[in-house]
C-alpha cells in the first residue's frame, strides 16, 4: 500500500446543482458542462500522482455515476464541509500522509499536489492558498490538523477562483 492519500472532494454532477454562481450568467446546463470538465481535468491530474486515490462525493448516487473516476469511491459523512472534511481525514489514518482537494480547480496540477506530499515531510500540515483568503488544498501527517475543522463556520458557495501561487 502507498503511503500517501490522494482524497478528492466532488458534487454530484446534477443540473443546478453545480457551479450555482457561474450558471447565473451562463444557465444551469452550461455550468453542469463546465463543472464535468473540471472533474475531468482533476481526475487526470490526479492519476498521475504518486499515491493511492479516494473520491469522496457528497451523494451515494453519484458513486456509480462517474464511471471514469477509476480511484475507490466514499461518501462524504458530516453535517457541514468541516465535518466532512475532518470524517474523510480520520477515516484514512493508515496513511502516512493525506492531502485533500476539491474538484474544481482548473489551475491545480500534479506539481502542485506532489510538492504538497513533500512539504509534509518537514511540516504536520499544508495548506494551498486561495485568492479568497479560503484554501484549495489541506494536507496532513498525523493527527494534529483535525482541530482545524472544528467549531468553524463553513461557507457555502463563496469561493472565488483558486489559486496556484
Not at 485533500?100 to 495548506?127: K, Q
Amino acid at each position: 500500500m502507498n503511503s500517501h492519500l490522494l482524497i478528492i472532494f466532488a458534487k454530484k454532477p446534477e443540473m443546478g446543482m453545480v457551479k450555482t454562481r457561474l450558471a447565473k450568467s451562463i444557465g444551469d446546463e452550461n455550468a453542469l458542462k463546465v463543472y464535468l470538465k473540471l472533474l475531468e481535468h482533476t481526475h487526470q491530474i490526479a492519476d498521475r500522482v504518486n499515491a493511492s486515490k479516494k473520491v469522496y462525493f457528497n451523494k451515494v448516487s453519484s458513486i456509480d455515476l462517474l464511471d471514469y473516476y477509476k480511484f475507490q469511491k466514499e461518501v462524504q459523512i458530516g453535517e457541514d464541509l468541516g465535518q466532512k472534511m475532518r470524517n474523510a481525514f480520520l477515516e484514512n489514518f493508515e496513511f502516512e500522509k493525506i492531502v485533500l482537494i476539491g474538484s474544481d480547480c482548473i489551475e491545480l496540477n500534479e506539481d502542485i499536489i506532489e510538492d504538497a506530499f513533500l512539504a509534509l515531510d518537514d511540516h504536520d500540515c499544508v495548506l494551498g492558498p486561495a485568492k479568497d483568503g479560503g484554501y484549495y488544498l489541506i494536507g496532513s501527517r498525523g493527527e494534529r490538523l483535525l482541530p482545524v475543522f472544528n467549531d468553524k463556520e463553513w461557507a457555502v458557495g463563496t469561493r472565488q477562483p483558486c489559486s496556484s501561487v
